[in-house]
């Protein structure tokens, strides 16, 4: 138990689907995000949520939608994506942008595109 | 604004070898360094941090980074290296500021048997 759980660990979607990525923090922190993880590139932020609010867009393409409904879950939906949108997905939580103690991450979600 | 560079994006080390893995850094105010390790189809694990303080950190699995703020870096090393090593590891500044953690593209370390 890392205390930030995603699910699911795997999803492989058609490109016309809908679908949503969940995140879950038990450890009391106040800001969660989005990372993407493409092979061979680096990680990549998407969102930022601190309070509750979006505080951070990373030019992500809309086919994203990012929801933060309370401090606790953080949700990533998901529509017709692209081929190039498979990567694993992490979500990661923090205590006020992570001074001093860093993020903590989840295991991700390997989010497959046809 | 912070960047993170590890110069390296592989690194083949025998088992019980010792390794160094480089990261430096570049940012205009004080900052607080990070070594995250990540095993395969995993999230990010944190391996230790620097704060302040001392300039020589331990952390989980044998590992230790020193500070050095003169040549803004913040390698990682361990003495002995196992098969169980194998994975990648990024470095990460972060400040006290209301910015997220910067994080560099990652070092594959692979211990060959």
């Known amino acids: 138990e890392t205390g930030v759980t995603q699910t699911p660990r795997h999803l492989v979607m058609g490109m016309t689907n809908k679908k949503s990525l969940k995140c879950e923090q038990h450890l009391g922190h106040n800001a969660m995000y989005w990372y993407k993880q493409s092979a061979k590139k680096p990680l990549e932020l998407m969102f930022v949520y601190s309070l509750e609010e979006r505080v951070e867009n990373n030019s992500v393409p809309s086919r994203f939608s990012p929801e933060c409904p309370n401090s606790s879950h953080l949700f990533l939906h998901l529509h017709t994506l692209q081929p190039e949108d498979s990567a694993l997905y992490l979500c990661a939580s923090s205590q006020d942008k992570g001074y001093p103690y860093g993020y903590t991450f989840g295991s991700g979600t390997r989010l497959t595109v046809v | 604004a912070q960047s993170v560079t590890q110069l390296d994006s592989q690194v083949p080390v025998f088992e019980e070898a010792p390794v160094e893995l480089r990261c430096n850094y570049s940012?205009?105010?004080?900052?607080?360094l990070f070594w995250y390790v990540q095993y395969p189809n995993q999230g990010l694990q944190l391996l230790l941090k620097y704060l302040s303080g001392s300039t020589l950190v331990k952390g989980i699995n044998g590992f230790e980074a020193e500070f050095n703020k003169s040549q803004t870096s913040f390698h990682l090393r361990k003495p002995s290296v196992h098969i169980s090593d194998t994975a990648e590891y990024f470095c990460a500044v972060g400040s006290s500021g209301n910015t997220p953690l910067v994080f560099g593209k990652g070092t594959r370390l692979s211990v060959i048997a």
């Open positions: 940012s205009s105010v004080s900052v607080y």
